[in-house]
């Protein structure tokens, strides 16, 4: 009986937090209701997750938007499915590797060829965890997609943002930004040691640089650059890798268990896919962020970055290192 009792008040404490914690972790919401008719979105990694969360919410308010995704057969699904939800016929898909400068060079030409327009640019694709593998113009993995293909991508569609203004860059980034202090420029392309998650760290640290050095660069054209924390994600497809790591390490069982373990943490502390857009979206749309710039975001609201986030001499140094690796300066 003793024991009964035990178990019973740990299931109602845990009951009773439930709520309450749940509500925390959603985090903040897009309370902004702006119309974006007449206006073109263009959202990479826009077939999943996060990303086709925003395509949705841009197609629910009205804007022609544009996947740019690696699988053209996922994106379309992913389009035929908000086309038929939202009742707006104008989600088209484009082809998008940020894995292959070429690809990136070649889907930029389309955009500036055929649209007249570009009001949002969303770089919310990327990977996480992924072993030391190489784009197709040999950089490590991660910098590569998660850094130099959206820096690229940007730079190429800056015409069309400066010409389309008001407009907006937002660049998805992450709180696990502030868990490296720099950019190490001596091995930057990772080839004296690799480790995972320190790559992916310093991956989304270029990514709050960038942001924040294309905001200066960008002043007094009415283009804006803001980065920003989604959230943990519970059902992101980012942790694929790590899931294969698991059961490369540790056999089938033991990775099963460790996937219900993290799991059940993320289900409570998490954020769905569509708590974790809210933030994208707000940079997006939300009337009063039309001249918002410079900033990192969570939560839909501002917050302060890193040391290493914060370092404009680190965010020069990194934009010019990075016109060299992608070619926009010899």
Known sequence: MAQFLKIAAVVLVAAVLYVPVRRWAAG?????????????VIITGANTGI???????????????ILACRSLEKAE??????????????????????????????????INDAEPRLDVLINNAGVMHTPRWETEDGFEMQFGVNHLG?????????????????????????????????????????????????????????NVLFSRELSKKLKGTGVTSNSLHPGVIMESDLMRYRRDEWQ?????????????????????????????????ICCAVAEDLENTTGLYFSDCVPKE??????????????????ERMVGLKS
């Open 28 to 40: 903040g919401v897009c309370e902004s209701q702006a119309r974006m008719d007449g206006k073109t």
């Open 51 to 65: 990303g086709k969360v925003t395509a949705r919410d841009m197609a629910e308010r009205g804007a022609r938007v």
């Open 77 to 110: 699904e992913a389009a035929k499915e908000i086309r038929s939800q939202t009742g707006n016929k104008n989600v088209v898909v484009h082809k998008l590797d940020l894995a292959s400068l070429t690809s990136v060079r070649q889907f930029a030409k389309v």
């Open 150 to 206: 959206p820096f690229l991508l940007t730079n190429l569609l800056l015409d069309k943002l400066r010409q389309s203004a008001p407009s907006r860059v937002v660049t998805v980034a992450s709180l696990a930004h502030t868990f490296t202090s720099g950019i190490d420029f001596d091995d930057i392309n990772s080839q004296n040691s690799y480790h995972l998650e320190k790559a992916y760290d310093r991956s989304k640290l270029a």
């Open 248 to 280: 490369g390490k540790f056999g089938e069982h033991v990775a099963s268990a460790l996937r219900k373990v993290v799991g059940a943490i993320f289900s409570v502390f998490g954020k769905t896919v569509e708590e974790g857009a809210q933030t994208s």
């Open 305 to 322: 970055t890193s040391a290493a986030g914060m370092d404009d001499e680190a965010a020069a140094r990194l934009w010019d290192v990075s």
